[in-house]
């Protein structure tokens, strides 16, 4: 499995180890993907510790693009508090997109789907339409919230060009 180091400064990011449940492509079957593939999966390390794997599955292609349902795992391998995960989503959305006036709204949204996770812990965000993310903790939904372009802003901090590591976001996308 790839794994990637992150510098101190990007701690948020790691702390960001943020949601998104999830288990075997087969669950995700009952999460909204029927035909789940799996792009790419990383191993996130800081200085030395495993932080989180994660996982992009998008459905029947093999080939990331923002225009298909995607689903984002990723199981904890230690504790972050429900508010340094708001926090760090946070950080990261306006890091990558600037300040933009929607912002606030859109992350009074995301914060009602977030959890204290521990080790072991499977968070799994599901997008099937551009507007729309379905989040799960452990097979749970904790929410399903609808903002303009949620998909790519929101899991764009994994995925996008701009994320905090260029790499852990081309091997997610398979690239």
Known sequence: ??????PPLAAALLIAALLLPGAAAANLRGFGLS?????GTVMVRWLG???YRASLHTEGESRFGWRQP???QIEYFRSISQDDLTKSTRVEIQRIEGPRADQAAMMQKLASCFRDVARGDIFTAVSTQPDSLVLHLNG???CAIRHPDLRKRFLGIWLSDNSRSARLSARLRGD
């Open 70 to 72: 995607l689903a984002l």
């Open 49 to 51: 510790l495993p932080i």
């Open 35 to 39: 035909q789940p593939v799996e792009l």
């Open 140 to 142: 749970q939904q904790t």
């Open 1 to 6: 499995m790839p794994e990637h180091r992150f």
